[in-house]
């Protein structure tokens, strides 16, 4: 797998998971309340995609194969070409 295709797995992947467990509370009530905003559910959203990421990267330094969770077993290398 080429690095471009790897990092774009590797950003979308805490995207997707917190857009699931977004739609999860949502649909099992646990939203505050019809009042809610959509800049609240957005916010929820971003925190839950940022603590997945960082949770996994923070797990990956112990257990390496962790990293599969974000779509890829290893971040992507660049060269300065």
């Known amino acids: 797998m080429n ?4 990092s ?6 805490p995207i997707i998971v917190g857009y699931v467990v ?6 099992a ?9 959509a800049s609240a559910t957005l916010a929820l ?7 997945y990421y960082i949770a996994v990267r ?7 194969q962790m990293e599969r969770l974000l779509g890829a077993a ?4 660049y060269s300065d070409s």
Request: hydrophobic share 40%; no cysteine.
């Open 3 to 6: 690095n471009y295709v790897k």
């Open 8 to 13: 774009h797995i590797r950003t979308l992947s």
């Open 22 to 27: 977004t739609w999860i509370a949502a649909n």
């Open 29 to 37: 009530n646990i939203i505050i309340s019809d009042s809610t905003s």
């Open 45 to 51: 959203m971003s925190a839950l995609t940022a603590g």
């Open 58 to 64: 923070w797990l990956g330094r112990t257990w390496p």
């Open 74 to 77: 290893s971040a992507p290398t």
